[in-house]
């Protein structure tokens, strides 16, 4: 019989498992779900992401809930006689008892792990196909709370740490952030949170893998093995089936291997058959920006005593067929001695790629939300922001297969941790035999990604150990020494991870300890591994502008807080009477400890408060000072560190290797899972923060960097510097060097009067600059720009622009620090609106400003996106916005800059 699947998304009721009343189940609108979405459909539970509903929230995870299915008895002609069926559960959301009928056919407690589960007996047996005309299908789920508590409790042994949350979370395989973290509310969710279908087969394609054995990527020629584990049930012999391969590229099949024959190896009726393709001509797979994404697919055709022709009919029964698509690329983490340290970036085709992106949380509390269409619209922001990289953070979930598609079809890198967070986590030996299916199962699933170029074994972990002074020799490499330590889960990060991603991922995987983590060294070693750099916000709570010289090899981790757009505020705050920067409601909504002493340092150390004449418009200023800070803090950062990319690119040879000191950059954090205040720089309803285009313009392919030398006010008694010097560069990920024979290179350097819009002396005109390929070019060396503010008292800003051929291409615009000390007040901004007849209702926004223009931010609003925002401007340079989605009779967008009047 042909493969047979029903997906079980529909019909499903459930109830609190303790309610025996014959009317306490409630009808289920659709699975995958969980019981929090389904009680808010039935009107049992108020919007938890609204006002304090988090607290009233908190009952639903003390309960146990049980989900019913009555399914009818299959028909005879799709459950033959020797066919096998099977209930296969893509993911229960996490202690689950599944049974049938009565009868228990599954325990599960793994969350990150799927379930196939054969029911054939029940479906089969004589009385059943006579008398049973549906069969019940039941999941309990208890409560996650409870039985975290119970299992901590069993283990006294354990050192129990953790840096968020309940200790408890350690003991479960949840996702760790359901407890709580300093960023998303506490919500524990249950239920079935991904698919669950009923499948029936006589001979199925169990998985597919296709991998890349050999690439040459200089001839553009590899080896492809596709391999298909092919299982059959008892009354279907193998050595009757055969398999045909196909390899296609846009739709175009240019290989098939036909009548492969199946042979039965062992007495499980299991067994792997695979197909060996070379591609020549090989269509490389990039990330965005370095080339196009093209997707080869490997498709499989199972057939009962048949063949498959040329034309591609077969003469036999198709029994199931499968298809996956996948990348030819190579990845390499390049760790080599230098003279920074041991150097950490990423390699991809033979191209050197610095890693500028953000790490990745779950998009959402309840994760069934989250649609493929949401996925792809946030890494579509990812690739407009020009970010190359997402790092699925440990301390969430493996993603959804949409997810990683994404990924793939727009060419963004992933950096997937294993799921662990902030904890020590234990490790009994039921423990590791779970956490080995894990492995498992999710490195089978996800290993033909091509976008996912790194897997790391853990979030912070190494942090914890170090924190609590747990054992850590790094010399000692005998495995059972780390189980018996207070530090076990070594024993996961060094053997259990390791080895499974030798063994299931594709070949040549890279594959790191933990982030941060460097051979064995402080977390805090900048020379070695990669970072996580929170002494900005967190720790000693540096100065912003000082962040290029506090990062390290490739930085992880590192952001600063601001708030959302006020539409975001608008929907969680639900009275008038809150809406202020310090209303209880407000401060509920962010998570961070001491967020309030924190944010209102950086606020108070670089910005002036307007003065408002209501309520409602100082909101919305402390709002925009909140977000300057965050979008500037975000500049200084990647500014820097992409500096550092190339950092010594100033020979006279364009073919020099550059000196790779920063390898990347990934912000905290791209998303939201709720309406948060936090480190965000795209809140929950995807409405991108001023900071997202401040990094989109650091991250460009050609970008210009000015920066003066820091001077710390607050060390100085605010008293001002005699002197300053300053730096003038080019920071390009461009493949060749851009020299006069194809472009004209110059680049301008003003020096405009803030409070007059003047310049203060004749510009510095820079022509004929030769700019190295995939590196940095310096242009005025540290200590070789000088202002002498002795003669040149008036406060002034640093405009850069680079041209290619007199276009504009880039900006880069340094203030004196700190902000707070300029009157930015009466700008003389203009902005003139001119309509574009076009089916994309584009308006082209003309800027112009007497003055110069600190952080023009734009509204932004549902279904409108502007091509830029928090933007500097300086007089006599004209910059355009174009503005897509607004309609004809629609307001203009409004907008703000710092010390506009409120």
Not at 268 to 277: G, H, K, P, S
Not at 451 to 475: C, H, K, R, W
Not at 672 to 680: F, K, L, N, Q, V
Not at 766 to 775: A, D, K
Request: with cysteine; proline share 5%; net charge negative.
């Amino acid at each position: 019989m042909a493969f047979y699947q029903k997906r079980l998304s529909t019909g499903w009721t459930f109830k609190d498992a303790d309610d025996d009343k014959t009317d306490a189940w409630m009808p289920v609108p659709v699975v995958p779900s969980s019981v929090q979405q389904d009680l808010i459909a039935n009107n049992k539970l108020e919007n938890p992401f609204i006002g304090f509903n988090e607290l009233k929230a908190h009952w639903v995870h003390e309960k146990a809930w049980v989900y019913r299915l009555a399914f009818p008895q299959p028909a005879p002609e799709d459950m033959p006689a020797g066919a096998r069926a099977a209930l296969v559960f893509d993911g229960l959301d996490t202690f689950a008892t599944v049974t049938l009928n009565g009868q228990t056919i599954l325990k599960s407690d793994n969350m990150f792990v799927g379930h196939r589960v054969d029911i054939t007996d029940a479906l089969q047996s004589p009385q059943n196909q006579e008398h049973i005309q549906e069969h019940i299908l039941e999941v309990r789920f208890d409560a996650a709370d409870a039985r975290a508590c119970a299992i901590r409790a069993q283990h006294p042994e354990h050192k129990w740490i953790v840096f968020n949350g309940d200790t408890a979370r350690l003991g479960v395989r949840k996702a760790q952030y359901h407890w709580g973290w300093d960023w998303g509310p506490h919500l524990m969710t249950a239920g079935i949170w991904r698919e669950v279908r009923l499948e029936v087969h006589s001979a199925r394609i169990a998985d597919l893998w296709p991998k890349t054995t050999w690439l040459d990527v200089d001839s553009r020629v590899a080896n492809i093995t596709v391999l298909a584990t092919i299982q059959a049930s008892g009354w279907t012999d193998l050595t009757d089936l055969t398999a045909s391969f196909r390899l296609s590229l846009g739709g175009h099949e240019i290989a098939c291997q036909d009548n492969i024959p199946v042979t039965n190896t062992n007495a499980n009726q299991t067994v792997t058959v695979e197909a060996d393709f070379q591609v020549e001509d090989a269509q490389l797979w990039w990330p965005h920006g370095y080339g196009m994404q093209p997707l080869y697919e490997a498709a499989v055709s199972l057939f009962h005593r048949g063949t498959r022709t040329k034309t591609g009919t077969g003469t036999g029964t198709e029994l199931h067929s499968a298809s996956k698509t996948f990348g030819i690329r190579s990845a390499e983490l390049i760790q080599q001695p230098d003279k920074h340290g041991k150097s950490f970036y990423f390699r991809i085709n033979g191209v050197d790629v610095f890693c500028g992106g953000s790490c990745w949380i779950p998009a959402d509390s309840f994760l069934p939300s989250i649609d493929a269409e949401r996925y792809r619209k946030w890494i579509e922001l990812m690739v407009a922001g020009g970010q190359v990289m997402i790092r699925v953070w440990g301390g969430g979930i493996y993603e959804d297969d949409a997810f990683y598609d994404a990924c793939d079809q727009l060419g963004v890198l992933v950096w997937q941790d294993f799921m662990f967070g902030c904890g020590n986590y234990p490790v009994w030996p039921a423990m590791l035999d779970s956490l080995r299916q894990e492995a498992a199962y999710n490195l089978r699933r996800l290993r033909h990604h091509p976008s996912i170029v790194v897997y790391v074994g853990n979030n912070e972990d190494y942090q914890v150990q170090e924190s609590a002074q747990l054992t850590y020799d790094f010399d000692d490499k005998d495995p059972a020494n780390w189980l018996s330590s207070d530090f076990p889960a070594r024993y996961i990060y060094e053997k259990l991870l390791p080895d499974a991603v030798a063994e299931y991922a594709a070949p040549g995987t890279v594959y790191h300890p933990g982030s941060p983590w460097g051979d064995g060294k402080p977390t805090s070693d900048a020379t070695v591994g990669d970072m996580h750099q929170w002494n900005v916000w967190h720790g000693s709570q540096e100065k912003y502008q000082i962040f290029d010289t506090l990062g390290g090899r490739f930085n992880s981790e590192f952001g600063m807080e601001a708030f959302p757009h006020m539409a975001t505020i608008d929907y969680f705050v639900e009275h008038a009477a809150d809406r202020y920067p310090q209303s209880h409601v407000v401060d509920f909504h962010n998570k961070a400890d001491g967020h309030e002493r924190r944010l209102a340092t950086y606020v108070t150390e670089n910005l002036r408060r307007q003065t408002a004449t209501s309520t409602n418009a100082d909101f919305a200023a402390y709002i925009h000072l909140t977000q300057v800070v965050q979008a500037e803090a975000m500049m200084y950062a990647y500014r820097g560190w992409r500096r550092q990319w190339g950092e010594g690119d100033d020979s006279d040879d364009a073919d020099a290797s550059p000196s790779r000191r920063c390898g990347g950059a990934l912000l905290w954090q791209l998303n939201d899972c709720w309406p948060t205040i936090s480190w965000s720089i795209v809140d929950y309803f995807l409405r991108p923060k001023p900071a997202f285009y401040t990094v989109k313009r650091a991250l460009a392919p050609l970008a210009v960097g000015v920066q003066r030398q820091h001077h710390d006010w607050s060390v100085a008694h605010a008293q001002p510097p005699a002197t300053s010097t300053y730096a003038l560069w080019i920071a390009s990920s461009q493949p060749a060097p851009l020299v006069n024979a194809n472009a004209n290179v110059t680049v301008e350097l003003r020096f405009c009067s803030v409070a007059s819009g003047k310049d203060l002396r004749a510009p510095l005109v820079f022509e004929n600059i030769t700019v190295h390929p995939n590196g940095t070019t310096t242009v005025i060396a540290d200590g070789d720009g000088v202002i002498d503010h002795r003669s040149e008292p008036e406060a002034h800003v640093l405009c850069a622009r680079l041209l290619l051929d007199g276009q504009v291409v880039a900006r880069d615009v340094d203030w004196p620090q700190p902000l707070k000390y300029l009157d930015l007040a009466d700008r003389g901004l203009h902005i003139t609106v001119e309509h574009q007849p076009n089916e994309q209702k584009q308006q082209v926004l003309r800027i112009r400003a007497q003055k110069p223009v600190k952080c023009l931010v734009f509204e932004e609003r549902d279904g409108v996106r502007v091509s830029d925002s928090a933007m500097d401007i300086v007089p006599g340079d004209e910059q355009i916005v174009t503005v897509t989605g607004l309609g004809d009779g629609d307001a203009p967008l409004a907008y703000h800059y710092l010390g506009q009047d409120v």
